[in-house]
């Protein structure tokens, strides 16, 4: 059928470069802003009107929100302080503890993105074009697609001492393979393409061939995947931290904020609330980002996942 | 289909010893002694001897793994520390209330996510559609313990209308049981459905984009049958195909849910475990739950030849 | 004679921001019961949404018919109501489509598709509705229909979906019959019976045909009358034959010079000429393994002998699955021989590793069929061309230089080495994958089914092209095609391969004057319009 006219001319509305389209797309717009402003938030922390977050406080326990009371500081003085988002059990800022809380998230999220993609990466290229070792890897990668990740990652917790390292050590592992399935799934389709082939038959050495014309190929899927992974990477460490075999509790984060306030949160909600808007609001930020590079960068997945 | 049938179950053989090997090096390549990593920081040194002693961390490594695995052959999944007891009667004791979250969740999930799958293809572009797809954003976005403290303080503590927290096993009476359950599913079917309506909306938009779809109206056929009879029929393999791979979103979903909602399922058992180092437990759980979930994938994969006739082994 | 369908001044606009306002613009046309109105043009000239236009299933959102009439015996179909054109579609009017593989069902039985026509558009009991439909399967003439009726559409050749489609599309008798190059994914014997099939059977039913086709051999083969598109305009329209020997405008001139003959051309030909390339006995077998069942062997060519000589061109023909490409695939070693040799002036490089092949690579090359996906469309194309001459140690100035002075000889603007594949089209694309081939100095081009995917007119062009090259350098050129058109006007001598083997190998002319070979007779037979030379020098038209 010929809609050639019809395809060109959705081409010539068509922005002429990919950062033009970003640009374009509202859901690159949102995500991307949110993060940014939770990115400033987490650099920021100590500025942000912030108290020390471990400052424990026998006396304000379990405040409601909007409690105003006077801080004795190192130095002996008294400064008025508002706690916006009330005092934990033990008479800690919530509002600090959700702000330097950010920190956590948004390291965790960000390092599992980029060790799983550069590992998966590197499996990927090498298995998709060496036969004899795809067989081996496949299979590796097929044993640990079969253990569920946040079970994988809560049992690798039991083996170390918990810990900022290990919490991304646990959260990596189990991504591994979904990016080796992906690296190796583009190249063994780029490898049929024509251009591939010319390239085999001018006698291109296949280091080359892999870094000129397939690596190329797997950039812009795997920003797309490395979102995702992020935003995962997020939510298991925030689960990690909740079910109390992630990081330690003395260190905030978002899920130690809720673990310890779960004891209480019948009478005193807040302690759940506002780590858990936040925590939320990140990870859609995330995967919104992520849906909206998706549309821009890797028009192919988009149309299969829609 | 025999000759399939039996195929495709011993390919599974290797994929379950690959999980069995991680799961037997995972302790055993940790840096350090393991017995003492399993004590914990206050381990003394004759309960990290204990430890050894019942791991059989003193025999050489190969006559570990072989005789490991001869106890998974056997049945065996050893001991728990914590509990004192045979692991196998553990996880019996706890199976009912997960598989009852799991199959309750799975109903909900598939009642909601198909149709809303559909109804966003059939409106591509609309505002359902995109109120489809904002929920499915947002559905994988909130953590299901987040979710779960939210539902459970607007429903339960404020409108009273279930129970805050606990399980009831069926014994104690169908109504009882499902009123336990029904928030406990319904939070944890969220992301499944965000998953599974996803899913259907982009497969169905895809086949309603094939030759055969534009065949089909060139007969005079209706929207309506186009969209049942030619466009979901085709749009099943990777809608069951998805459902499969979710249900390890599920299972890890479980864990967290049975947490929230203090449900005494395996999800539990697991957090506790890893509480108490108590590892056998944890092997045989992660043996356990990749069974399942290797099984279920395998169900799926059978189900294939029926959804397709295309597909034959 | 009233008219079973006539289109007037009917404009279907584009989306804003195409190349151009209207997809068609102001189409006139008419159908009579009983007759086949063929429409040609090259891809873009809107041929099939005028098509589309008729059954109401243009793209919705994106094409819309903006003006005109289309009369359905006498009936408005663009003021028709949705409903009233569903009950329209396969009573009225029926539309079958170019990629048989794909329009049918997948997980739909053969009868039960049918079967849904009827069950839509007729109050009849199940077993009468089972009677038509094996009745219609008959007529179609597909073998054994009670047994087809349970097939599900993969069991089924290419071939046979399409008489199912022809099946439906005519089982409640519309008058009018949309064929939108029903025949161009087929093979040439199966098209050649599908082509009889259709206008067997729009006689017997007395429907009139709106027939879409690219090739002028189908139109010399079926067509009552001609409409002939360019630009979603109708620029000649009349008698077939009126139209085939006597085409009164520019654009239909060009077209139909552009048809090349069947008879070979004379070609000079030196005896004495070296062979540069040849094979023994090559064969490549794909076996699968499984776990307890012995294995399936599949036997892509067999014991395949040819032989390619300086400055001659060798042409491979044969149906898709013949076993042409896996042969060339060999040569170029992008896959392994299972067995046999290849030699490459006298060295065996057929069962060489890859390190031990590299001299010789720079000497085969070969071009693909897909324009589009034979350019890496994130390089400049400057870079695609002087990738191979920078493998064997030519510095990039050097290389670029070559570069230049090839793409002159291709053609093209040298200035626009620096430019992406997607600003150039289909044909220049080509241009540019031949100027990297030759980049490498080569001894043996091989052109994989090269000009296959472009338009007759760019064809042509591409085709004198490869002609041009291969005498300034001698090269020896491997030919692989399908079109016994192409071969005849490019090869030296022909291999007619058939189910992986060559069953005849000899001189053009010989094998096309006087084919030995029964298959090479039964493809001779079916290229369409075989017996209507469309060469426009014996007209009186300069």
């Known amino acids: 059928m010929e809609v050639d006219s019809a395809a060109s001319a959705a081409a010539a509305s068509r922005p002429r470069t990919v950062l033009q389209m970003l640009v374009r797309n509202s859901s690159v717009w949102f995500g991307g802003v949110v993060l940014a402003v939770m990115l400033l938030t987490a650099l920021l922390a100590p500025f942000m009107g912030t108290i020390d977050p471990s400052n424990i406080d026998p006396i304000y326990r379990n405040k409601v929100p909007g409690t105003e009371r006077m801080l004795r500081l190192e130095d002996g003085s008294e400064v008025p302080i508002k706690h916006w988002m009330g005092t934990d059990m033990l008479g800690r800022d919530v509002y600090s503890r959700v702000i330097y809380g950010s920190q956590i998230s948004l390291v965790v999220g960000l390092a599992v993105a980029v060790l799983s993609i550069v590992v998966g990466l590197v499996i990927g290229l090498v298995s998709g074009y060496i036969r004899w070792l795809d067989g081996i890897v496949m299979r590796i990668m097929d044993g640990l697609m079969a253990i569920p990740a946040i079970l994988l990652a809560i049992a690798l917790m039991s083996l170390f001492n918990a810990g900022l390292g290990t919490v991304i050590f646990a959260i990596f592992i189990p991504e591994i393979p979904r990016v080796v399935r992906l690296v190796r799934s583009i190249v063994l389709s780029i490898r049929e393409e024509p251009y591939v082939e010319s390239a085999v038959s001018v006698g291109t050495p296949l280091p080359l061939i892999l870094i000129r014309h397939v690596l190329p190929n797997t950039i812009a899927p795997l920003i797309v995947q490395g979102t995702y992974i992020c935003a995962f990477a997020i939510l298991v460490e925030a689960i990690l931290s909740f079910l109390g075999v992630g990081i330690p509790p003395e260190i905030p984060t978002w899920g130690n904020i809720m673990a310890e306030g779960r004891i209480l949160f019948q009478i005193f909600p807040h302690n759940l609330l506002f780590p858990g808007i936040f925590l939320a609001i990140t990870i859609l930020a995330v995967n919104i980002l992520g849906d909206g590079l998706r549309d821009t960068l890797d028009p192919r997945m988009a149309k299969r996942l829609g | 289909m025999l000759y399939f049938l039996i195929r495709r179950i011993l390919a599974t053989i290797p994929v379950l010893g690959m999980v069995a090997l991680f799961v037997f090096f995972m302790l055993r390549l940790t840096p350090g002694d393991p017995a003492a990593i399993l004590a914990g920081e206050n381990g003394e040194p004759h309960q990290i001897e204990g430890i050894r002693e019942a791991l059989g961390l003193n025999k050489p490594i190969l006559t570990q793994l072989t005789i490991w695995l001869g106890n998974i052959l056997q049945g065996d999944l050893g001991e728990s520390f914590f509990f004192n007891k045979k692991v196998t009667e553990l996880i019996a004791m706890r199976v009912e209330a997960t598989l009852s979250l799991a199959i309750v969740t799975l109903i909900i999930t598939l009642a909601v996510a198909i149709p809303l799958g559909v109804l966003a293809a059939y409106k591509h572009g609309s505002w359902i559609d995109r109120l489809v797809m904002g929920f499915s954003v947002l559905g994988f976005s909130v953590p299901v313990f987040v979710l779960g403290y939210f539902l459970i303080f607007i429903l339960s503590v404020q409108l009273k209308w279930f129970p805050v927290q606990g399980y009831k096993e069926l014994a104690d009476g169908f109504w009882t049981f499902l009123h336990h359950l029904i928030l406990p599913s319904l939070t944890l079917s969220v992301i499944y459905i965000a998953l599974i309506a996803r899913m259907t909306r982009a497969s169905v938009i895809e086949v309603l984009n094939e030759d055969y779809i534009r065949t089909a109206y060139a007969k005079g056929l209706s929207n309506k049958v186009v969209l049942m009879r030619h466009a979901l029929r085709n749009a099943a393999v990777p809608i069951v195909t998805i459902t499969g791979i979710g249900i390890a979103l599920l299972i890890g979903g479980v864990v967290v849910t049975e947490s929230v909602f203090n449900i005494p399922g395996l999800g539990r058992l697991t957090v506790d475990a890893v509480l108490g180092r108590d590892y056998p437990t944890i092997q045989a759980l992660i043996l356990v739950f990749s069974l399942v979930y290797v099984f279920i994938n395998l169900l799926i994969d059978l189900s294939y030849t029926l959804l397709d006739p295309r597909i034959r082994y | ?542």
């Not at chain 3, 620029?235 to 060009?254: C, K, N, W």
């Not at chain 3, 044969?318 to 896996?326: P, Q």
């Not at chain 3, 490089?349 to 350019?375: E, V």
């Not at chain 3, 042509?460 to 692989?480: E, G, M």
């Open chain 3, 1 to 542: 004679m009233q008219p079973v369908l006539k289109i007037d001044n009917l404009s279907v606009q584009l989306p804003k921001g195409a190349d151009r306002q209207h997809a068609v613009e102001n189409v006139r046309l008419e159908v009579l019961p009983r007759e086949i109105l063929c429409i040609v043009g090259e891809s873009g000239s809107g041929k099939s949404v005028t098509g589309l236009s008729v059954m109401g299933l243009l793209p919705k959102g994106q094409l819309k018919p903006v003006s005109g009439k289309i009369l359905l015996q006498d009936e408005n179909l663009l003021e028709a109501s949705e409903e009233r054109l569903r009950d329209l579609r396969c009573t009225g009017m029926s539309m079958i489509f170019q990629e048989p593989m794909t329009a049918l069902n997948p997980v739909m039985r053969c009868g039960d598709q049918i079967d849904e026509v009827l069950s839509t558009h007729t109050k009849l009991e199940q077993k009468e509705r089972t009677q038509r439909i094996i009745r219609i399967m008959e007529e179609v003439r597909l073998p054994e229909p009670e047994r087809l009726i349970n097939a599900y559409p993969h069991q089924l050749s290419g071939g046979q979906r399409q008489r199912i489609m022809i099946a439906m599309a005519l089982v409640l008798e519309p008058v009018l019959l949309i064929a939108d190059e029903p025949t161009t994914a087929l093979d040439v014997t199966t098209q050649s019976s599908i082509l009889q099939l259709i206008r067997d059977i729009q006689h017997d039913h007395q429907t009139g045909v709106l027939f879409i086709t690219h090739d002028f051999g189908v139109v010399a083969e079926i067509a009552d009358r001609v409409a002939v598109m360019q630009w979603g305009k109708v620029v000649e329209f009349g008698e077939a034959r009126q139209i085939l020997s006597d085409p009164q405008h520019d654009y239909t001139r060009m077209l139909i010079g552009a048809v090349p003959s069947m008879k070979p051309g004379h070609r000079e030909r030196e005896e004495s000429s070296q062979v540069v390339l040849n094979t023994e006995k090559l064969s490549k077998t794909y076996s699968e393994r499984s776990l307890f069942r012995t294995t399936r062997t599949v036997y892509a060519a067999q014991q395949v002998d040819i032989e390619l000589r300086r400055g001659e061109t060798l042409g491979i023909v044969g149906e898709s699955g013949s076993g042409k490409t896996t042969v060339a695939r060999c040569i170029v070693r992008l896959i392994d021989p299972t067995s046999g040799e290849v030699f490459l002036d006298g060295n065996e490089i057929g069962q060489l590793r890859t390190g031990q092949l590299r001299p010789y690579r720079k000497r085969i090359q070969i071009i693909f069929q897909d324009p589009y996906r034979s350019l890496n469309p994130r390089r400049i194309v400057g870079d695609s061309i002087i990738e191979g001459a920078t493998n064997y140690g030519i510095s990039r100035e050097d290389a670029l230089k070559r570069a230049h002075s090839l793409m002159e000889l291709v053609q093209l603007d040298p200035n626009s080495l620096d430019r992406f594949p997607h600003q150039f089209s289909g044909g220049q694309r080509q241009r540019i994958c031949i100027a990297r081939a030759l980049t490498m100095e080569p001894e043996v081009l091989i052109a994989d089914e090269a000009v296959s995917a472009l338009d007759v007119s760019v064809q042509a062009q591409v085709l004198k092209l490869l002609d041009d090259v291969r005498r300034r350098f001698n090269l020896a050129l491997l030919f692989i095609t399908h079109d016994l058109r192409v071969a005849a006007q490019i090869c030296d001598t022909v291999a007619v391969m058939s189910q992986s083997k060559v069953v005849e190998y000899g001189l053009t002319h010989d094998v096309f004057s006087n084919p030995r070979h029964e298959y090479t007779r039964s493809l001779l037979d079916a290229a369409p319009g075989k017996d209507w030379e469309f060469d426009l020098s014996l007209n009186t038209h300069g």
